[in-house]
């Protein structure tokens, strides 16, 4: 059985990084919109350094 992709284990470390690329943007895109909210309503404690 031939697939487009060398062996199966490539295949599994693709789809591996692809799916924690997803979840770590997702993570980042959830944080952002937290704390555009929390500086919006200004209910920071602590204040929010920003950096590049």
Do not use: C
């Amino acid at each position: 059985m031939h697939t487009p992709w060398k062996n199966q284990r490539d295949y599994l470390i693709f789809l591996d990084i692809f799916i924690d690329g997803l979840k770590f943007s997702f993570i980042v895109l959830l944080g952002y919109e937290r704390l555009m909210a929390a500086d919006y309503n200004q209910n920071i404690g602590v204040s929010v350094r920003y950096t590049d």
